[in-house]
């Protein structure tokens, strides 16, 4: 089993990088791979919003990759 845990202000700055990459490409008129940079944003800001109801320094995602 692989883990990897990250505070809310590291899933931020993903969030952001992605954004950038999705804008980029959306003016690029790469309208597809753009989507696919949002979709990705996307899955990182429900994380971000679960990690606002624990409180303070708690703030952090364990992230877990199990294989069958």
């Known amino acids: 089993m692989t883990s990897l845990s990250l505070t ?3 899933i931020q700055d993903i969030i952001s990088a992605l954004e950038e990459k999705e ?3 959306y003016l690029a008129e790469n309208y597809q791979l753009s989507a696919y940079y949002m979709n990705l944003g996307v ?3 429900k994380v971000y919003d ?4 624990v ?3 708690k703030r952090v995602a364990n992230l877990v990759l199990a294989a069958n």
């Open 23 to 25: 804008n980029a490409l």
């Open 8 to 10: 809310s202000g590291q």
């Open 43 to 45: 899955q990182f800001q």
């Open 55 to 57: 409180a303070g320094e």
């Open 50 to 53: 679960k990690l606002q109801e």
